[in-house]
């Protein structure tokens, strides 16, 4: 999606899904553990609700940390080694470089005052480890909070072991009216009014209530999975089947039941009161990581007894009992697993004989989606492709990991890496990318169309990682398996990236001969990408070698090719190429005008290389425009870029010249204010720093709770909101809305969850404020 134009508040907490019940004491804990340490690591068995804690948490704090609260999903990383790639993408990194990546991150880390979160650490938790401690090490001000069934084992690490929710103790049973103290039974009852919207703690069912809670230890994810089954069961007859189940597990036993065996005994009722079909797709939707869509699952899940027309309604139904997690997203539904569930689900899988097969589908099905996108990257749709595959990408490192350990499968790796080269670029993945090629062209060196692919893919993002040495036994490779195989496609890629070498090694002449060479290759094999991609470095180094209206007039031709294709991802480069020629001719108006085109492209993608291209231009130009303070800010916003992808201006040596020219001209001209000029442009989000650029007006920050306003609080929730604000009780707005009051206390602390609210008075003085000439009654459903 296009970044917005408006400054917000740094941070990627995922929104939550249900209400968050109780807590508080634990909330405030954590916070304070967090001032005292710089890394806090809550354990607690699975389904204690350590992710959901530190999500509240983060949420809470979102206002201590200007650079913002971050969050880091783990469960489906399997290989430790993109650990620090996946945290650096989370932040928004684009490391371009070949260094190591922990030492970068710490490095960008530095003078940031952040939060962040690290959820389900405990399969990497060595890597965490080391991770937490490099960039604590670095970063003065940044916080960690992770989450692990271990804690980390660091110096200064401060554990706090989440509990379970409260439920009564012993035998003793308190009085109905006292139970809204549990958090154990006011999650129960939420849940249960979430899929029997008239159902209400009573004289007649309270105790049952009570007990189930017991029996479930106050474990989250236990009476979540519970709660489900009031569609068909009363709760005398859910305490009924708990207590026979549990009794197999202690019988004989005088100790309580481990809380580990609680969930999984009651995973166990849950995989026992589904169909055979339901507990076969709950089986096969283990293979995938992160989350997946409808049509992933019809093509992944469907064979055997379980026919394609019938997967819907089977998903739907795990979703109804709670196994499988629906999102809503921009008109879409996502779906995912809870890790707890996944594992279970792996366990079955193991039993069936197909689970091979099933792990080859699920490749095969993203590896037709990384086709179909490298083939529809040349077009209007690039936006969209992107997109699509990073919501994937979770499933796509499990397709490449599934081409590394199964034999027979080195070929189909070859293929699926490097025909993802152009999203490793676009996202800042190339670390990530070229660990997966690398690995994949271990397997083998017999000469393949594919494997000379896969090497100048590979050597692609070792030279825009300025690692030469690494690239150039690859090209060589690449260019012997071309002659070999008459491969027309992997001879011109390593032609032009003969160039692009040269060009970072300064031989500016020798990389125009390679790259014009290429650019007439890809030409004769219609690779238009390949045209588009040469032209970009062909027309820069040219530039650089004062041939400006031979260039400026290869810009135009490529821009041409461009709106032929509705190509935008590299027209924001061109943009840039003809905004250098331009500003080398002295055209500063033009060059401004190019500058802002490929800017506004590059914010479609978040293109940071493109992205601190353009502003960077854009800093000379007003520079020369005698804008002296604007260009200060611009050069502080592009270098706090350029620190980020960690390769400024690629290489293209000469062109720090320019940069250097117009530091220090600045310096002269603005004495002691440049320096305060330049930090206010570090100091600028890459939004901020964009719209800076491109001279938009901001909009005002809208306030936390407005924002729920408009888009989180039910019709129902609004009306209680107001009779909160009118003084009435929870009993007196269950009278009046004709409800019961139990419901009317659920929706009160719906209210203060979603508003991010503790107190009645809280959600008064927001109702006065934003709906002042509302009337004071409201009519009863």
């Given at each position: 999606?296009?970044?917005?134009?408006?400054?917000?508040?740094?941070?990627?907490?995922?929104?939550?899904?249900?209400?968050?019940?109780?807590?508080?004491?634990?909330?405030?804990?954590?916070?304070?553990?967090?001032?005292?340490?710089?890394?806090?690591?809550?354990?607690?068995?699975?389904?204690?609700?350590?992710?959901?804690?530190?999500?509240?948490?983060?949420?809470?704090?979102?206002?201590?940390?200007?650079?913002?609260?971050?969050?880091?999903?783990?469960?489906?990383?399997?290989?430790?080694?993109?650990?620090?790639?996946?945290?650096?993408?989370?932040?928004?990194?684009?490391?371009?470089?070949?260094?190591?990546?922990?030492?970068?991150?710490?490095?960008?880390?530095?003078?940031?005052?952040?939060?962040?979160?690290?959820?389900?650490?405990?399969?990497?938790?060595?890597?965490?480890?080391?991770?937490?401690?490099?960039?604590?090490?670095?970063?003065?001000?940044?916080?960690?909070?992770?989450?692990?069934?271990?804690?980390?084992?660091?110096?200064?690490?401060?554990?706090?072991?989440?509990?379970?929710?409260?439920?009564?103790?012993?035998?003793?049973?308190?009085?109905?009216?006292?139970?809204?103290?549990?958090?154990?039974?006011?999650?129960?009852?939420?849940?249960?009014?979430?899929?029997?919207?008239?159902?209400?703690?009573?004289?007649?069912?309270?105790?049952?209530?009570?007990?189930?809670?017991?029996?479930?230890?106050?474990?989250?994810?236990?009476?979540?999975?519970?709660?489900?089954?009031?569609?068909?069961?009363?709760?005398?007859?859910?305490?009924?089947?708990?207590?026979?189940?549990?009794?197999?597990?202690?019988?004989?036993?005088?100790?309580?039941?481990?809380?580990?065996?609680?969930?999984?005994?009651?995973?166990?009722?849950?995989?026992?009161?589904?169909?055979e079909d339901e507990r076969t797709l709950w089986a096969r939707l283990s293979v995938f990581a992160g989350e997946f869509d409808l049509a992933a699952t019809e093509v992944v899940c469907a064979g055997g007894d379980i026919q394609r027309n019938d997967v819907l309604?089977?998903?739907?139904?795990?979703?109804?009992?709670?196994?499988?997690?629906?999102?809503?997203?921009?008109?879409?539904?996502?779906?995912?697993?809870?890790?707890?569930?996944?594992?279970?689900?792996?366990?079955?899988?193991?039993?069936?004989?197909?689970?091979?097969?099933?792990?080859?589908?699920?490749?095969?099905?993203?590896?037709?989606?990384?086709?179909?996108?490298?083939?529809?990257?040349?077009?209007?749709?690039?936006?969209?492709?992107?997109?699509?595959?990073?919501?994937?990408?979770?499933?796509?490192?499990?397709?490449?990991?599934?081409?590394?350990?199964?034999?027979?499968?080195?070929?189909?790796?070859?293929?699926?890496?490097?025909?993802?080269?152009?999203?490793?670029?676009?996202?800042?993945?190339?670390?990530?990318?070229?660990?997966?090629?690398?690995?994949?062209?271990?397997?083998?060196?017999?000469?393949?169309?594919?494997?000379?692919?896969?090497?100048?893919?590979?050597?692609?993002?070792?030279?825009?990682?300025?690692?030469?040495?690494?690239?150039?036994?690859?090209?060589?490779?690449?260019?012997?398996?071309?002659?070999?195989?008459?491969?027309?496609?992997?001879?011109?890629?390593?032609?032009?990236?003969?160039?692009?070498?040269?060009?970072?090694?300064?031989?500016?002449?020798?990389?125009?001969?390679?790259?014009?060479?290429?650019?007439?290759?890809?030409?004769?094999?219609?690779?238009?990408?390949?045209?588009?991609?040469?032209?970009?470095?062909?027309?820069?180094?040219?530039?650089?070698?004062?041939?400006?209206?031979?260039?400026?007039?290869?810009?135009?031709?490529?821009?041409?090719?461009?709106?032929?294709?509705?190509?935008?991802?590299?027209?924001?480069?061109?943009?840039?190429?003809?905004?250098?020629?331009?500003?080398?001719?002295?055209?500063?108006?033009?060059?401004?005008?190019?500058?802002?085109?490929?800017?506004?492209?590059?914010?479609?993608?978040?293109?940071?290389?493109?992205?601190?291209?353009?502003?960077?231009?854009?800093?000379?130009?007003?520079?020369?425009?005698?804008?002296?303070?604007?260009?200060?800010?611009?050069?502080?916003?592009?270098?706090?870029?350029?620190?980020?992808?960690?390769?400024?201006?690629?290489?293209?040596?000469?062109?720090?010249?320019?940069?250097?020219?117009?530091?220090?001209?600045?310096?002269?001209?603005?004495?002691?204010?440049?320096?305060a000029q330049f930090r206010k442009g570090v100091a600028m989000t890459i939004d901020h720093a964009i719209a800076f650029a491109l001279e938009e007006p901001e909009a005002a920050p809208q306030q936390r709770a407005t924002l729920h306003e408009a888009s989180s609080?039910?019709?129902?929730?609004?009306?209680?909101?107001?009779?909160?604000?009118?003084?009435?009780?929870?009993?007196?707005?269950?009278?009046?809305?004709?409800?019961?009051?139990?419901?009317?206390?659920?929706?009160?602390?719906?209210?203060?969850?979603?508003?991010?609210?503790?107190?009645?008075?809280?959600?008064?003085?927001?109702?006065?404020?934003?709906?002042?000439?509302?009337?004071?009654?409201?009519?009863?459903?």
């Amino acid at each position: 999606m296009p970044a917005s134009t408006t400054a917000h508040r740094a941070g990627n907490v995922p929104a939550e899904l249900t209400t968050f019940i109780g807590r508080r004491r634990e909330v405030a804990e954590v916070k304070r553990l967090l001032t005292a340490s710089r890394l806090v690591t809550l354990t607690g068995v699975g389904g204690a609700g350590k992710t959901r804690l530190s999500l509240r948490v983060a949420s809470e704090l979102e206002r201590a940390f200007p650079d913002g609260v971050w969050f880091v999903e783990l469960a489906a990383l399997e290989d430790q080694a993109v650990l620090t790639q996946t945290v650096a993408s989370a932040l928004g990194v684009h490391d371009r470089t070949a260094r190591w990546p922990a030492p970068a991150l710490a490095k960008y880390l530095a003078d940031k005052k952040l939060l962040l979160v690290l959820d389900n650490c405990e399969h990497l938790r060595n890597a965490c480890a080391i991770l937490a401690d490099t960039v604590l090490r670095a970063a003065p001000d940044v916080r960690v909070l992770a989450t692990s069934r271990q804690v980390l084992g660091l110096t200064g690490e401060h554990t706090f072991q989440v509990p379970t929710l409260s439920v009564p103790d012993g035998d003793g049973m308190p009085p109905l009216d006292a139970l809204e103290q549990y958090e154990a039974v006011t999650m129960f009852v939420d849940r249960a009014v979430a899929v029997q919207p008239e159902f209400a703690l009573t004289q007649d069912n309270f105790e049952a209530v009570v007990r189930v809670c017991q029996r479930l230890e106050g474990i989250p994810l236990a009476i979540e999975l519970t709660a489900v089954r009031l569609r068909a069961l009363a709760v005398a007859e859910v305490l009924e089947r708990l207590d026979d189940r549990y009794g197999l597990l202690t019988a004989g036993s005088p100790g309580a039941l481990p809380r580990h065996q609680t969930l999984r005994a009651l995973i166990d009722w849950s995989s026992s009161l589904c169909s055979e079909d339901e507990r076969t797709l709950w089986a096969r939707l283990s293979v995938f990581a992160g989350e997946f869509d409808l049509a992933a699952t019809e093509v992944v899940c469907a064979g055997g007894d379980i026919q394609r027309n019938d997967v819907l309604d089977l998903l739907a139904s795990l979703v109804d009992k709670s196994i499988v997690i629906a999102e809503h997203r921009a008109g879409r539904v996502r779906y995912r697993l809870l890790e707890t569930i996944r594992q279970y689900g792996q366990d079955l899988l193991r039993d069936d004989r197909e689970e091979l097969a099933l792990r080859q589908r699920h490749r095969d099905y993203y590896a037709d989606l990384v086709e179909k996108a490298c083939a529809g990257w040349l077009g209007p749709e690039q936006e969209q492709w992107l997109q699509h595959l990073l919501r994937a990408h979770s499933n796509l490192r499990a397709g490449l990991e599934f081409c590394l350990t199964e034999p027979g499968q080195a070929e189909a790796g070859l293929r699926m890496a490097s025909e993802l080269w152009f999203y490793y670029i676009a996202t800042g993945l190339t670390s990530e990318g070229r660990r997966w090629l690398e690995r994949v062209l271990e397997l083998g060196a017999d000469p393949t169309v594919w494997r000379a692919r896969a090497l100048w893919v590979c050597s692609y993002l070792c030279v825009i990682q300025e690692d030469l040495a690494a690239a150039q036994p690859m090209i060589r490779e690449c260019r012997d398996h071309a002659d070999d195989l008459d491969e027309p496609f992997a001879a011109a890629w390593a032609g032009q990236l003969a160039g692009m070498v040269a060009m970072s090694e300064g031989d500016l002449t020798r990389s125009r001969d390679h790259l014009q060479d290429a650019v007439h290759r890809h030409e004769a094999n219609q690779d238009w990408i390949g045209v588009l991609d040469a032209s970009f470095y062909l027309v820069a180094v040219t530039a650089l070698l004062n041939e400006l209206h031979r260039a400026g007039e290869l810009c135009e031709e490529a821009l041409v090719l461009c709106e032929s294709h509705g190509e935008r991802w590299l027209k924001s480069y061109l943009r840039w190429d003809l905004g250098l020629v331009a500003w080398q001719l002295g055209d500063i108006g033009r060059a401004a005008e190019s500058g802002r085109d490929g800017l506004r492209l590059a914010r479609e993608f978040n293109e940071q290389w493109a992205i601190a291209f353009g502003i960077e231009l854009l800093a000379w130009t007003a520079h020369a425009a005698d804008r002296h303070v604007r260009a200060a800010v611009l050069l502080g916003a592009a270098d706090r870029i350029w620190r980020r992808v960690g390769a400024p201006l690629f290489g293209m040596r000469h062109l720090n010249s320019y940069h250097d020219d117009c530091k220090e001209q600045l310096q002269s001209l603005l004495g002691e204010s440049f320096d305060a000029q330049f930090r206010k442009g570090v100091a600028m989000t890459i939004d901020h720093a964009i719209a800076f650029a491109l001279e938009e007006p901001e909009a005002a920050p809208q306030q936390r709770a407005t924002l729920h306003e408009a888009s989180s609080l039910t019709p129902r929730e609004g009306e209680v909101a107001d009779l909160v604000a009118q003084g009435l009780s929870n009993r007196a707005i269950a009278s009046r809305l004709v409800i019961a009051q139990r419901t009317a206390e659920a929706h009160v602390e719906h209210i203060l969850s979603k508003l991010g609210f503790t107190s009645r008075a809280q959600i008064a003085a927001w109702v006065t404020e934003h709906h002042p000439h509302e009337p004071d009654t409201v009519a009863p459903a």
